[in-house]
């Protein structure tokens, strides 16, 4: 392209050297912009005026330090965002919820340490006391007319209440340290089975007599399965069974919702054999009665151990009683041999007044 051909369609601002007729000798610098040879890879060497700087170019650099100051500056870094504040709550009631958090996790690590020596006893000093169920004493009203009734050479009848009946030979049994006959055990039995089935609130139960189990172990369940004619043992709760075995009295139950079925004894004995005798019935009396197999595979053979025992060869009658009204309505086994005096008398009164 003819030079003024291209000059017709450059803006006038552009440079060429090669164009200026003040500058034909190539190795001069021109007094304003530095000389700059034409490059061959360009399309066009042509320049700009205003995009030329008017000083000579400086190199600008960035001084960063040491390497030490590096690593500071790193580790700063590093802390800001690993240690980021975490999101406030969104309300005041969420802070402040977690304000009385932190307070009590803070009083907590500085009250309680359970590895402290004096937590058991800053713990017993600060326990609400819960009462605890004791045998209740009789009042002088109530003394009197047990006085009256131990009275000795009375004859005659003191009470009949349903099938049972106690004469006053049988209710001087409970003179202290005497042994209980099934009279006295089977009427009071009576007046447990009575104040279950009135009250809604109590488990419901069945008792059999004395001579149940007796019965059941030497003739077989075919001499007692029309002892329950009248009754589902399956729908009740609990079922009660007053033994004597060999002159010693011992309770034993069948906890229907428990599945298990136990022998109390305060002289601490064992008696596999009831208890596999008891699981026995259960199976024969649901075939006979519902006529469908009874499964007690998961029931359980329990002889507590850790309930209060007998410290003579005379109480063991007041002990079984005593158990049976304390499980008749889940209480706690809050007597011991020092009570039973009190707990005969009582026995008296409730045979006198047919009830308990």
């Known amino acids: 392209m003819r030079n003024k051909d291209l000059a017709r369609t450059l803006p006038v601002d552009f440079y060429n050297p090669y164009n200026n007729k003040k500058h034909k000798n190539t190795t001069e610098t021109h007094t304003t912009y530095p000389y700059i040879p034409y490059n061959s890879n360009r399309p066009t060497s042509f320049y700009s005026r205003l995009m030329k700087p008017k000083h000579p170019m400086m190199k600008h650099t960035i001084d960063i330090g040491d390497d030490d100051e590096v690593d500071s500056l790193l580790d700063k870094l590093t802390a800001l965002s690993v240690n980021q504040q975490q999101p406030s709550p969104k309300s005041d009631m969420d802070r402040c919820v977690a304000d009385i958090l932190e307070l009590k996790k803070s009083a907590l690590k500085i009250l309680v340490d359970q590895n402290d020596t004096t937590f058991d006893k800053r713990y017993e000093e600060t326990e609400i006391p819960v009462p605890k169920e004791i045998v209740k004493p009789l009042t002088d009203q109530e003394n009197a007319i047990v006085d009256r009734l131990f009275r000795k050479g009375q004859q005659g009848e003191v009470s009949n209440f349903k099938k049972a009946t106690v004469s006053f030979q049988d209710l001087y049994r409970l003179y202290p340290e005497t042994?209980?006959?099934?009279?006295?055990?089977?009427?009071?039995?009576?007046?447990?089975?009575?104040?279950?089935?009135?009250?809604?609130?109590?488990?419901?139960?069945?008792?059999?007599?004395?001579?149940?189990?007796?019965?059941?172990?030497?003739?077989?369940?075919?001499?007692?399965?029309?002892?329950?004619?009248?009754?589902?043992?399956?729908?009740?709760?609990?079922?009660?069974?007053?033994?004597?075995?060999?002159?010693?009295?011992?309770?034993?139950?069948m906890d229907m919702k428990a599945k298990t079925v136990a022998v109390y004894d305060s002289l601490g004995g064992n008696h596999d054999h009831t208890l596999n005798l008891f699981l026995s019935y259960l199976e024969q009396e649901h075939l006979d009665k519902k006529k469908t197999p009874f499964d007690t595979s998961d029931w359980k053979k329990l002889t507590p151990k850790d309930i209060p025992r007998q410290g003579n060869m005379s109480d063991c009658g007041a002990f079984a009683c005593t158990f049976a009204e304390r499980l008749s309505r889940r209480s706690t086994f809050n007597f011991a041999q020092q009570d039973m005096e009190t707990i005969r008398r009582r026995m008296a009164l409730n045979i006198f007044n047919k009830t308990i």
């Open 179 to 253: 042994w209980l006959n099934d009279e006295v055990v089977n009427f009071y039995f009576e007046l447990l089975s009575d104040r279950a089935a009135n009250s809604q609130d109590l488990p419901s139960i069945h008792c059999f007599n004395t001579f149940f189990c007796s019965t059941l172990r030497d003739q077989g369940y075919a001499k007692v399965k029309r002892w329950t004619k009248r009754v589902d043992v399956f729908s009740k709760d609990i079922l009660f069974v007053p033994i004597n075995q060999s002159y010693h009295w011992v309770l034993g139950v």
